[in-house]
């Protein structure tokens, strides 16, 4: 029989659930051990219905805002009516519903008096999981063999009891254990404390009660996301961007989509995507349907909860073997990119959806970095960053913003202080490149220059950059940012380096990477000259950009 629900406790209820969620963060956060995760944040963390349905999503990471399901629903898959309290589940494996073998899954059945309530779920980027090149983000590898340690479905604990062979397997197949099996442990502690704030509202509203809150909470959810679809402009957009290259073969990459809004749906088909790359930066089907969520959450209410009800009203279809839905054992290691230029795609369909709400494509946000080497005693050190500070496009109101993730990031960088302390690098530069933003009435945010001066005897560098070819697009007559530069030494051989890129670097050797500029908004010629006048102040644009640009002297 259907109990019966109240609003207003359904909100409580929501808000508890998602404060719980919050709170797992949180515990992440203060316990983790690596700045790839206590830093720049690339973690997120959610709780899920008895049978495998997202109901809250901690304030993370977007782009993992339905990469959590798949890879509990493989869980679900592998072992059947196997799932006892006490146990906790582990699963890395892009085929059975991961995303990436850096992206380790943990999931914790909750049980009350012997009865599945629901999950508790963490999942966090780690520091090393072996393979070929230190990080685990290589470009350059062909098949997920060469990526690193390949964890199916399992038990990290049985009824509470450590597995020890895959924790001793984890441990020997990564070159920084403290760091791994470190973070490891905090997921470990988050999905615990979720499980007992979980059972905490369960006893204070009837474990029934709290089953029937929380499909309510969905059913909401999805009616209100189908509201949302419904008062968009009804109709077909196709726009396609592109990836310069997978670091292997020269020719760019086209992402192709056509999205449709129907009445309260929406369906999105990227027929025409270029084939599944040969290197590394392909992302999973499932991947590619959370980009797709993560970049339409940005278009509706954005009080409208992240969970399974939101993704009810959407049709998302790929052709098997194409970029975006690549098949086994296609190499997925580098699959952050990928997903950035999906929802570029996104952006791009919806700005002709909805001129005039809609802002410039983002800038250089999307450099992945690792340095790996040893110290004399051949300790091992790896050092992974994810240039995510930014810079976002112009608006329709506003200047995009210098040095700020995009929605879609939602992360950090890691503070110079703590890379300095933890590895044998040094920042010799930080700031913002004037003239980077793309022109328009509200230009594009600056683009941010790092240089990185190795201290160690040498070091495997791995680059994983783009927008060098196809630069960050401007809207509505703006004018699009400046592309991606990577140098070594840029004081004496000033070398330009490709995009994508693997090398070893020698003691004293400078990287220095600079960020592309965001897209600009609207017609440059209409910008207000005191706007163009305090830029130059601020020594954001030079004297002759700001006449070359904007005609003013």
């Known amino acids: 029989m259907q109990r019966t629900t ?44 008895a049978d495998g349905k997202q109901v809250a999503q ?39 519903g991961g995303s990436h073998l850096p992206d380790i899954f943990l999931f914790k059945p909750v049980f009350a008096y012997d009865t599945l309530i629901g999950w508790s779920s963490c999942i966090g980027h780690q520091t090393d999981i072996g393979g070929r090149v230190a990080g685990g983000n290589a470009c350059d590898n062909t098949e997920i063999y060469q990526e690193g340690l390949l964890l199916p479905p399992l038990k990290l604990f049985e009824e509470g009891r450590l597995n020890q062979a895959v924790w001793r397997i984890l441990e020997k197949n990564v070159r920084v254990p403290d760091k791994v099996l470190g973070d490891v442990q905090a997921l470990i502690a988050a999905v615990k404390f979720g499980e007992r704030d979980l059972l905490r509202i369960g006893g204070e509203y009837g474990l029934e009660d709290l089953k029937s809150y929380m499909e309510d909470i969905l059913d909401t959810t999805e009616k209100l996301t189908r509201s949302e679809l419904s008062s968009l402009p009804q109709g077909e957009w196709e726009f396609s961007d592109y990836i310069d290259n997978d670091g292997i073969d020269p020719e ?40 797709v969520y993560a970049a339409m959450k940005c278009m509706i209410d954005p009080s409208i909860q992240s969970n399974n009800g939101f993704f009810r ?7 098997e073997g194409c970029f975006v839905n690549p098949q086994h054992p296609a190499p997925v290691a580098a699959r952050g990119l990928a997903g950035f230029r999906i929802c570029h795609a996104i952006f791009g ?45 112009g608006g329709p109101y506003i200047d995009g913003a210098d040095g700020l993730a995009a929605p879609i990031h939602n992360m950090a960088n890691t503070p110079i202080e703590s890379i300095e302390a933890d590895q044998p690098l040094m920042i010799e530069q930080y700031a913002l490149v004037p003239d980077s933003g793309g022109a328009g009435t509200y230009r594009g945010g600056l683009g941010i220059v790092r240089d990185f001066r190795i201290l160690a005897d040498e070091a495997v560098f791995q680059l994983r950059s783009d927008r060098h070819d196809y630069l960050p697009w401007g809207v509505e007559g703006g004018k699009p940012g400046t592309p991606t530069q990577n140098y070594l030494n840029p004081d004496s051989e000033n070398r330009e380096l490709p995009s994508k890129h ?18 600009g908004y609207g017609e440059p010629l209409e910008r207000e000259i005191d706007a163009v006048l305090e830029d130059y102040k601020q020594e954001k644009l030079t004297r002759d950009y700001a006449q070359q640009e904007y005609g003013v002297v």
Request: with cysteine; charged share 20%; proline share 7%.
């Open 252 to 291: 760019p990459i086209e992402i192709r989509v056509k999205a449709r809004i129907e009445n309260d749906e929406m369906f999105v088909d990227f027929s025409g995507t270029s084939p599944q790359a040969r290197g590394s930066i392909n992302p999973n089907f499932a991947y590619t349907k959370s980009q």
């Open 58 to 96: 901690g304030l993370t990471l977007p782009a993992h805002l339905g990469a959590m399901e798949p890879a509990l629903k493989g869980v679900m898959d592998a072992f059947g009516q196997d799932i006892k309290p006490e146990d906790i589940f582990a699963n890395n494996d892009p085929y059975e």
């Open 6 to 49: 109240d609003p207003v406790t359904r909100e409580i209820v929501k808000n508890a659930l998602m404060s719980t969620a919050d709170t797992m963060a949180l515990t992440v956060v203060r316990t983790a051990r690596s700045a790839v995760i206590k830093h720049g944040m690339d973690f997120s963390t959610a709780l899920f219905t």
């Open 349 to 393: 369909a919806m700005a002709q959806a909805l001129p005039g709400k809609v802002p410039a494509a983002w800038g250089g946000g999307e450099v992945g970095l690792s340095f790996g080497g040893y110290y004399p005693n051949r300790k091992a050190w790896v050092y992974l960053e994810f240039n995510n500070d930014g810079p976002r496009g």
């Open 313 to 319: 009203p959407f049709t998302i279809t790929a052709p």
């Open 502 to 519: 693997l090398m070893t670097l020698k003691k004293g050797d400078l990287y220095r990477c600079v960020q592309a500029g965001g897209g």
